[in-house]
């Protein structure tokens, strides 16, 4: 009997031992937490009267796709139906369409067009969510063992489900970037400074930055924190700082061979890998690379001294090359632009706009991201692997200051609090275990869980702002039908022309029609922005003379569209004030509505 407790014992030791072993495997553990978000957001999503995400970039995106898909060639970037005559030069990747395009291309074997689609932009986005997933599990279990891997899983988890960039539809490339990001702090995540590592976070650096510009900030902040890692561990360092520098050199060239056409080399954008970019990270890249091969054995002094070097050879390069990269790309975009459109832009908004129009939802904003912060300055002034949090704290801090700006840095700055908060609540967690009596450490430990996710700061913020009672409530928000398929139908069938529209219905008006629209919300557009809006503006007689030079064949008006009610209030004397009254000009004939539709079509008949 002794023996056969003994033998039932030791095999549930084992069997716990198992499971307590396949719940520390990063890949496995992550797969599971996938899973069950993934389940998630198919459920919240399967109302979706749209396959397309709801965000212009996205409907921009699938368009882009199509044209790809189409025959327009790989160095192609023009959208030739968007702005003026000759169209406009976008400043997307093709490392985002490809994909896309061949998910398209292979549901196409056996779906019909549309079908294929709606089954590629569905699968797109939710195939994502493992990477991340992966990679925020392996950056927790690297700072806080396996206690912090699970925590970092489920405050991602949470992050991914209170997010529309993992959804069904959504194929802006900001998914993506959310992944590399978290690759790069889960590789300089290692403590052991193994060189493959920081090799593999060197390519992630690249293909952000061969993505879009909007992580050039961060991506500059890493090669920073590597560098300085160099600096100040010398020949320990050395061999991550190798394999870093050298695959960051040829992974940046790479993706501006990959992307930029040949006639383009010479030419500097700061919305894109260009040579401005290009040129700024492979001197950084090269110098870096050098001192490791030859500094490495100096003294911490000199060391510091040529990353002083280093920096101002990257400096200078940048004055050199493109100086103008190192202010805001939309600062020379015109004031009737910036009033009507990019102050409109809910990501485009400050901490000071947000503060003044909705302060309910700083927190959710910036809060966990500030709390992240501290804690990383708390533990180095407290001496505790000071290096790793110093490259927490530039990593998060470059987010949350961008936040400051415009707060779509904010995603960003939230993914990257995760670490931190999931060090600290894997500290809190074995505090409450080791004293299970203890309350005041469980009290501290709850709430702590609860500051460390953004959307209880947006609830707390709307209960603030609006009662428990009226935040629960549903209100059903009629708003006008300005950019459905069904609002396109009028012009749908029509031969291709040229649309005057405001800038929100332009994407969905390449995606439903095949004419070409003025105006796009893309800062590439200006000249056809500002067109279609001085049409707008304009007193009728005058709007003529707009339409005429312009080419336009067909006019949009919708009286319930954001822009167009701005313009009415401008100009009441306006074409779309009198559009608006019901007072159509002689050169603009009706064209039957849509059953349910706000939007009323205009052919444009100019007057002899």
Not at 325 to 343: E, G, H, I, K, T
Not at 480 to 500: E, H, M, N, T
Request: glycine share 6%.
């Amino acid at each position: 009997m002794a023996q056969t407790l003994t033998v039932t014992r030791g095999a549930a030791v084992t069997a716990q031992t198992e499971v307590s072993s396949l719940w520390s495997r990063p890949v496995l553990v992550a797969l599971i937490y996938t899973l069950f978000t993934i389940v998630v957001l198919l459920i919240f999503n399967r109302h979706a009267m749209d396959y397309v995400g709801p965000d212009n970039d996205d409907i921009m995106r699938l368009v882009e796709v199509r044209d790809f898909l189409g025959g327009q060639g790989w160095f192609d970037m023009m959208q030739y139906r968007l702005g003026l005559d000759g169209g406009t030069l976008m400043h997307w990747s093709r490392f985002i369409d490809l994909p896309i395009a061949s998910l398209i291309a292979f549901f196409r074997l056996f779906l019909a067009p549309e079908s294929a689609e709606a089954a590629a932009l569905t699968v797109w986005p939710l195939m994502l969510v493992l990477p991340l997933m992966v990679f925020m599990g392996l950056a927790g279990r690297r700072i806080a063992g396996v206690e912090g891997m699970h925590f970092s899983l489920i405050l991602t988890v949470l992050f991914v489900l209170t997010s529309r960039r993992f959804l069904p539809g959504s194929i802006d490339h900001d998914n993506m970037q959310l992944g590399l990001v978290a690759l790069t702090v889960a590789m300089l995540a290692d403590g052991s400074y193994r060189p493959r590592n920081f090799a593999i976070a060197a390519i992630a650096l690249a293909v952000a930055l061969g993505i879009g510009a909007e992580t050039t900030p961060f991506v500059a902040v890493a090669c920073m924190a590597v560098a300085g890692l160099w600096a100040w561990d010398g020949e320990i360092f050395a061999p991550a700082a190798r394999a870093f520098a050298l695959t960051l050199t040829i992974a940046v060239s790479a993706a501006f061979l990959a992307l930029v056409p040949p006639h383009l080399y010479s030419t500097v954008t700061c919305d894109n890998l260009s040579l401005g970019f290009y040129g700024i990270t492979s001197v950084g890249g090269v110098g870096l690379l050098l001192s490791a091969l030859f500094a490495s054995r100096l003294s911490r002094p000199w060391r510091l001294a040529v990353l002083a070097a280093n920096g101002t050879a990257v400096f200078a390069t940048t004055l050199v090359i493109a100086p103008q990269c190192l202010r805001n790309p939309l600062a020379d975009l015109d004031p009737m632009l910036v009033q009507l459109w990019l102050s409109k832009v809910s990501e485009a908004q400050s901490i000071f706009s947000l503060a003044h129009h909705q302060p309910e939802t700083l927190g959710a904003f910036y809060a966990t991201g500030l709390l992240a912060m501290i804690l990383c300055i708390v533990r180095m002034l407290r001496g505790k692997r000071v290096r790793l949090h110093a490259v927490l704290l530039a990593l998060v801090s470059v987010n949350w200051i961008i936040a400051l700006v415009q707060v779509r840095g904010a995603e960003f700055s939230n993914l990257l609090a995760i670490p931190p908060l999931a060090i600290l609540l894997a500290e809190l967690r074995r505090i409450c275990a080791a004293d299970t009596k203890n309350v005041r450490a469980a009290l501290v430990y709850i709430v702590a869980t609860l500051l460390s996710v953004p959307a209880v700061w947006a609830v707390a913020g709307a209960f603030a702002k609006n009662g428990i009672a009226d935040s629960l409530a549903v209100n059903a928000k009629e708003t006008a039908d300005c950019y459905s398929k069904q609002a396109f139908a009028p012009i749908a069938g029509l031969a291709p022309g040229v649309v005057s529209a405001p800038s929100n219905m332009g994407s969905p008006l390449l995606r439903f029609t095949p004419h070409r629209t003025l105006s796009g919300p893309y800062h590439r557009d200006p000249d056809g922005m500002l067109t279609e809006l001085h049409i707008g503006l304009a007193e009728p007689k005058e709007a003529e003379a707009f339409l005429r030079g312009a080419h336009v064949t067909l006019l949009a008006f919708c009286p319930g569209d954001p822009q167009t009610e701005e313009v009415v209030k401008l100009k009441p004397e306006g074409l779309y004030a009198q559009l608006g009254k019901g007072q159509v000009p002689a050169y603009l004939e009706a064209i039957p509505a849509a059953a349910k539709s706000d939007v009323r079509f205009f052919r444009f008949k100019p007057l002899d």
